[in-house]
T-cell receptor, first 113, second 114 residues
Framework: GDSVTQMEGPVTLSEEAFLTINCTYTATGYPSLFWYVQYPGEGLQLLLKATKADDKGSNKGFEATYRKETTSFHLEKGSVQVSDSAVYFCALRMKTSYDKVIFGPGTSLSVIP | DGGITQSPKYLFRKEGQNVTLSCEQNLNHDAMYWYRQDPGQGLRLIYYSQIVNDFQKGDIAEGYSVSREKKESFPLTVTSAQKNPTAFYLC?????????????FGPGTRLTVT
């Protein structure tokens, strides 16, 4: 079945370090891909999205490119800040009989000063 | 401001009691969803609704019930039949069921049953 795999956390980085969170997916069709962020005790917020191959989503310095050939959607940021500490979820959305969104397990990021 | 509200933020109940979690949206979205999140885990779909007066079970619907009498509202009842109800519950909505559209999430309700 359709699924999303993310790199295991927690990830701990120093401020201004480069961030990569890997995300790969398995899908029978042609999904849209999303990254959501969850700050402690809050709901999820959309960070960025891409709806077709080679699309690059970007927001707040974060970027991810939809790679159909490698079925990947890795999240990157050139210089992380303490305020980026959160849990990051990769997700895919198919147009199935009931429009299911499939979330990865989440990757916890801690940025230390 | 448009958005999704969930109330209350924290909810405490005794085992054996039913409890209803509120979810209201003023985004004029057709589709609404309920997810459950356990510590260190991803989201699991409980129920979803694509239009008023219609809803479908998700992956873990047992012990839960919903209604969708109004477009803006999608309350979730956690019944006494739910074996492990303590969790963080998230409500979401989206414009339509089509895949290009993202989901918008409420702030969540943390339910503790003792």
């Amino acid at each position: 079945g359709d699924s999303v795999t993310q790199m295991e956390g927690p990830v701990t980085l120093s401020e201004e370090a480069f961030l990569t969170i890997n995300c790969t997916y398995t899908a029978t069709g042609y999904p849209s891909l999303f990254w959501y962020v969850q700050y402690p005790g809050e709901g999820l917020q959309l960070l960025l999205k891409a709806t077709k191959a080679d699309d690059k989503g970007s927001n707040k310095g974060f970027e991810a490119t939809y790679r159909k050939e490698t079925t990947s959607f890795h999240l990157e940021k050139g210089s992380v800040q303490v305020s980026d500490s959160a849990v990051y979820f990769c997700a895919l959305r198919m147009k199935t009989s009931y429009d299911k969104v499939i979330f990865g397990p989440g990757t916890s990021l801690s940025v230390i000063p | 401001d448009g958005g999704i509200t969930q109330s209350p933020k924290y909810l405490f109940r005794k085992e054996g009691q039913n409890v209803t979690l509120s979810c209201e949206q003023n985004l004029n979205h057709d589709a609404m969803y309920w997810y459950r999140q356990d510590p260190g885990q991803g989201l699991r779909l409980i129920y979803y609704s694509q239009i008023v007066n219609d809803f479908q079970k998700g992956d873990i619907a047992e012990g839960y019930s919903v209604s969708r009498e109004k477009k803006e509202s999608f309350p979730l009842t956690v019944t006494s039949a739910q074996k492990n109800p303590t969790a963080f519950y998230l409500c979401a909505s989206s414009i339509t069921s089509y895949s290009n559209y993202e989901q918008y999430f409420g702030p969540g309700t943390r339910l503790t049953v003792t």
